[in-house]
């Protein structure tokens, strides 16, 4: 299957590859706390994160570079400064435009279940 191809329109007009084959992103524990923990998630440009779904509501926080956040089958843009409040239980998956880095907050008890 072929790369498919995403315009960034932003002043410098570039294109950046997604890549179809799934990357798990870099993920570091930042801070914990009794109830929450805060991780730093990142990837490179054209990763495509693995698609899954959590069973509490969690917050994810992008402070580096651009990635597409698909769920429900929307794309939502995310770029430094933008936060997204992710709900239970909803299939989602993220796409690097650019290498980014996010904070994804998250009660400790949360549960993932990832999907092909």
């Not at 590859?17 to 570091?28: A, G, L, S």
């Not at 990763?47 to 956040?69: D, M, Q, R, T, W």
Request: hydrophobic share 40%; net charge positive; charged share 25%.
């Amino acid at each position: 299957m072929p790369a498919k191809v995403v315009y960034n329109l932003n002043e410098s007009s570039q294109k950046t590859t997604i890549m179809d084959k799934v990357t798990n992103p870099t993920v570091k524990v930042l801070a914990t706390g009794d109830k929450f923990v805060a991780k730093q998630m990142q990837g490179k440009a054209g990763y495509l994160l693995p698609k899954h779904l959590a069973n509490v509501e969690s917050v994810i926080f992008i402070h580096e570079g651009e990635c597409i956040l698909n769920i429900n089958e929307e794309d939502k843009i995310l770029k430094p400064g933008d936060a997204f409040i992710i709900p239970p239980n909803i299939k989602h998956h993220f796409k690097a435009i650019t290498d980014f880095k996010g904070i994804h907050m998250m009660p400790k008890e949360i549960k993932f279940q990832f999907f092909e």
